[in-house]
């Protein structure tokens, strides 16, 4: 057993630059598990301004200076942040707070077009079904009220909690932008010299993680924007809310799209029944997530993610479960880039023959 350990060990940590990368990765995920919650300001703003200096570098290279560069991209987020408070975020809360009012009045409407259908499909879905299906849409309505009024009763320390987070991150994403050469130059100065694996690895993370997240940024603007235009021309209740559903559903892959689904049909049933404006409007999210899979996701994504779906989910999976939202956002350029790291990471090839099948 040891000398399996010991001779794993020689071939996968013979390398100094392979030991120093190792520990590197491990500090950093020791550091983000245990004070990401008091370093989480520091990482959003990271975070943003990683998305925004693709356009810092591309007025650069228009021949703007660098501070002018950073200080229009700055000023571009701080007016899509002030849009997204004063204009988003309030038509956003109207609609829940409406949304919310009416679930009582909505789960009644549902159960009388549920309890038709044993009557239509007698062989396919039976009373004691609906009523079951019935009553757990209670309970998580009855858990969403709790948690409504825990949260307005809390209210005050989250309010703290955005300020907070509304002086710093755009503190944080101005000087991340302007002095990333300072901040890159100093962390690499406590660097090993030689460093060519950590160089290789450093570059396919920009690579991957860049491209995937900006990408992702802006399928997820599309998605909601064509979203919103489709339900409200179709005269759908809650169009805000729920294209900001179907934006956010394309950060899980194959899930998302299943999962936003659900409240979709249910608010258009509630309002329409199953008539012929049912059939439009389903038709159309149909068409917007079809369009999305086969057309923007090509576009966007120029290199294809070669992970299989199972690795996809397991990711998914793992992250989110660590990280929340972030974890979800992050886990397709984490899990290819870790599949990066392996066929990176330098070995020793053993010298010793294979051993020869039995006659």
Known sequence: MLKVLRDWLHRYFSDEQAVVLAVLLVVGFALILTLGGMLAPVLTGLVLAFLMQGMVGALERLRVPHIIAVWLVFALFV??????????????????STL?????????????????LPERYPGLVTEQQIV??????RGGAGKFGQWALSFSLSSLPVLVGVMIYLVLVP????????????????FSGYLPQERTLISQVATEMNKQIANYIRGKVIEIIICGVVTYIAFAALGLNYPALLALAVGLSVVVPYIGAVVVTVPVALIALFQWGFGDQFLYLMLVYSI??????NVLVPLLFSEAVNLHPVAIICAVLLFGGLWGFWGVFFAIP?????????????????????????A
Do not use: Y
Request: charged residues 15%; glycine residues 4%.
């Open 79 to 96: 007016s899509s942040l002030g849009l997204i408070i004063l204009v988003l975020m309030p038509l956003l809360w109207h609609q829940l």
């Open 100 to 116: 919310f009012n009416e679930l009582p009045r909505m789960l009644g409407e549902w159960q009388t077009l549920f309890m038709m």
């Open 132 to 137: 079951q299906s019935i009553e757990s849409l």
């Open 171 to 186: 503190i944080l994403v101005f000087f991340f932008l302007k002095d990333r050469e300072v901040i890159g130059k100093w």
């Open 288 to 293: 917007i997530q079809a369009l999305d899979g």
């Open 334 to 358: 984490l899990a290819t880039l870790f599949k990066a790291l392996l066929d990176a990471w330098p070995r020793v090839e053993s010298n010793e023959p294979p051993p020869q099948p039995c």
